[in-house]
């Protein structure tokens, strides 16, 4: 299983479904990552439900949270106000393909043994005395129209650019039109394992069952700091390692570690990254481009106030070889600022599909 930015977000964008007022708080079970992880994501569900931002968007979503919850519940028998607890997912290597994930949330076996039985490409075995499924999938392989054109689109455009791709990149993980595999373990109704082989399905059993060696007790970076009321949190460590030479890994490879956190304390939402890079002068030019970075940002906010206020309340220090940028702010602010985004968005997509009719109309 690929465990990208894209599915940090994913991760952070699904706490939105699981809002309700409960008290009790899934923070990162260290006793959940294994003793030679190099990565980490948490998703803490119940932290989510109790920020001032979840009541928020619970007044205005009212409509889109109740359709959530009927679904889950008919789907998976997941009771969506407190029933879905957090998201652990984790790796000893950076490579594609190689995260597992830990869901704990309570749901109905027999509802969640049924979806998964009416895919295609799907054997049952069992890992641990536990109900399990291997589900195949081709790369780019896609359901309905619209995932088909996407998958049209990204074939031609991949094709199109193979020819100005690097001869030396290296890259992991199926490619287009090789079969994708991820290993799905119902393990006793409150937990589920998900990962991309049987073997990393089994090392996560042992871990769950206890068999083998945890971060608990054990004072690592990954899990040793984790910031109150954190609803998402990363770290990653020993980043020298990478081998992938694509996006942001030659920025990362340059850091020792990393850690990520937003959420929400005592009233008060923030967004904690603290980078510690391998030189002091590497540090400096990573603080450079952040401003610079935050100072395009600015730019392109042009006169939208909700998206300039959000900058006041954010800033970038350097520590020596550490590089700290914060985020300090309250809900209203932040709800401000995601529907300006949403407003762009809707604004910039409009355009682009009037584009794609004009040049359809040309043709």
Request: aromatic share 6%.
């Amino acid at each position: 299983m690929k465990l990208t930015p894209c599915h940090s977000l994913m991760l952070a964008a699904a706490c939105v479904v699981g809002l309700s007022s409960q008290a009790s708080a899934e923070s990162l079970n260290a006793a959940h990552v294994p003793a030679d992880a190099k990565w980490v994501m948490h998703v803490d569900f119940d932290a989510f439900q109790q920020t001032a931002l979840a009541g928020k968007m619970r007044e205005k979503k009212a409509d889109d949270i109740e359709k959530a919850e009927q679904k889950f519940q008919e789907k998976y028998g997941v009771d969506l106000k407190d029933g879905l607890k957090g998201v652990t997912a984790f790796g000893s290597t950076y490579e594609a393909h190689t995260g597992t994930m830990i869901v704990l949330a309570s749901y109905d076996m027999q509802k969640v043994q049924k979806e998964i039985r009416s895919k295609d490409k799907v054997k049952s075995m069992k890992i641990g005395g536990h109900p399990a499924f291997v589900i195949t999938k081709t790369k780019g392989e896609h359901h309905g129209a619209e995932h088909g054109d996407r998958a049209h689109r990204d074939q031609a455009r991949d094709k199109s650019s193979k020819n100005n791709r690097s001869a030396d990149r290296e890259r992991s993980g199926p490619r287009m039109g090789q079969p994708e595999t991820m290993v799905v373990v119902l393990v006793d109704g409150e937990q589920v394992v998900l990962s991309s082989s049987q073997e990393l399905a089994d090392r996560a059993i042992a871990l769950l069952s206890g068999e083998s060696k945890s971060l608990e007790g054990a004072d690592s970076p990954l899990t040793a700091k984790v910031p109150q009321g954190s609803v998402f949190y990363g770290a990653a460590t020993n980043l020298q390692s990478i081998s992938q030479r694509d996006g942001f890994f030659p920025i990362l490879q340059q850091h020792q570690q990393i850690t990520y956190a937003v959420g929400e304390n005592n009233g008060e939402a923030f967004k904690d990254v603290t980078l510690q890079a391998n030189s002091e002068q590497v540090a400096g030019q990573v603080k450079n481009t952040i401003d610079g970075l935050m100072a395009f940002a600015k730019l392109w906010a042009g006169n939208e106030e909700r998206l300039q206020q959000v900058f006041t309340h954010a800033q970038v220090k350097q520590e020596g070889d550490t590089v700290k940028a914060e985020y300090r702010g309250d809900a209203d602010e932040v709800l401000d600022a995601m529907s300006a985004l949403k407003e762009r968005a809707e604004q910039w997509e409009q355009k682009q599909q009037k584009s794609r009719e004009r040049n359809r109309d040309e043709r």
